[in-house]
Each structure stands twice: as C-alpha cells, then as structure tokens.
T-cell receptor
C-alpha cells in the first residue's frame, strides 16, 4: 500500500527551464510534507517543506505547492541547473504520534546542459 | 557543527549473522530515526528514538532493534540476517520529533 506516490520515475529538462516534480498521497492524516534530494553515495538532503495550513512555500529557486483537496504536491525548480540532477523524494508525515516520514519511490531528474 | 555521521559505510555479512550499525546525530539533536532503503525504493521507516526511548516503530520484525545513548548517538542491530536485509540503512536526526530530519550518508549492507 503505497501511501505516497511519485509516478514519474524520471524526468529530463533543459538547463534554464522549469522542472516540475509531482507527488500524490492517499492518507488524509498527512499534514506535513517535505522534499529531499539525493545524490549517489550520499544520504538524502533536505530541500524544502510545507505544512497543510499553507498551499505554497518558496525558498530561492525551489517552490513547493500543496493541493489538499487533490492530495497532490509538486516541487518547481526554476531555473533548473545541471547540479540539480539527482533523485528527488517526496515525504509525508502525520500531525500526531510518531513523526515518521513516508517516502515516495523518487523521481530521477536530469538537467541537460 | 558536525552533521549526521554513520559507520561503517559499507558492510558485507553472511545470512544468519548479526550486525550493528552506528550513528552520531547532529549536534543538539535529541531525536534519531532509522530508515531502510532498498534498491529502487524510497526510504522506509524502521523506528525512532527520542531521548533514549523508542518513540514509534515501522513495519519491521523484532529482529530489528535499536538503542539511543545519553549523547543521543544511536545503534541499529539486526539479528539473523536475511538476504532481503541487503539495503542502504539511513540514520536521520532532528532537533525535535516534529522538525526536519537530516540524514547521514548511510551504511550499505550486503547480505550474502
């Protein structure tokens, strides 16, 4: 039972253009969402988060949008740079109990120079 | 300020053996979580420790156990290793239970 889904295993984008990575979730108890980036042979690196009281959060080139009614969130990277090439994981957490993260399976982003 | 460090980075064990993985949390962080990442999958939550007490557990059998020490470092122990335990094991620490977790580089365990 995959509660957090990233349906696109890979994405290629030209340098300077926008990258849009998508994530869907099924559990309405999730109210805190995060994006992590992972390079080979490294642990995941925290990028940006959003709580369910917001529908948008920006940090530099990275913006996360949350659509609670659709149970959907997306990460926008503008402009995309070759150094952004990595696997991106979406994660979700419930508001109570253990603050464990439920991760999606990841999307491999390749930014072409 | 040092980040999360894990040891060893790589390990090969034989089926049926036991293994201990170690994690030093980021300075000031009192919460440590362990995740298992199989090939092609996202990390899966094993358990979390908060101030030396287990604070939740994922869907893993009892042969996966852990400890957190007074300095907030942590160990993950796996008994009776199975081939399917081969994975990247990630440790993450956070300032509190409900703040962003910062991950170590992981320990790659191979069971043969």
């Amino acid at each position: 039972d995959q509660q957090v889904k990233q349906n696109s295993p890979s994405l290629s984008v030209q340098e300077g253009r926008i990258s849009i990575l998508n994530c869907d979730y099924t559990n309405s108890m999730f109210d805190y969402f995060l994006w992590y980036k992972k390079y080979p042979a490294e642990g995941p690196t925290f990028l940006i988060s959003i709580s369910s009281i917001k529908d948008k959060n920006e940090d530099g080139r990275f913006t996360v949008f949350l659509n609670k009614s659709a149970k959907h969130l997306s990460l926008h990277i503008v402009p995309s740079q070759p150094g952004d090439s990595a696997v991106y994981f979406c994660a979700a957490s419930p508001s109570s109990g253990t603050y464990k993260y439920i991760f999606g399976t990841g999307t491999r982003l390749k930014v072409l120079a | 300020e040092t980040g999360v460090t894990q040891s060893p980075t790589h390990l090969i064990k034989t089926r049926g053996q036991q293994v201990t993985l170690r994690c030093s949390s980021q300075s000031g962080h009192n919460t440590v979580s362990w995740y298992q990442q199989a090939l092609g999958q996202g990390p899966q939550f094993i358990f979390q420790y908060y101030r030396e007490e287990e604070n939740g557990r994922g869907n893993f059998p009892p042969r996966f156990s852990g400890l957190q020490f007074p300095n907030y470092s942590s160990e993950l122990n796996v008994n009776a290793l199975e081939l399917d335990d081969s994975a990247l094991y990630l440790c993450a620490s956070s300032l509190y239970v409900n703040t962003e977790a910062f991950f170590g580089q992981g320990t790659r365990l191979t069971v043969v």
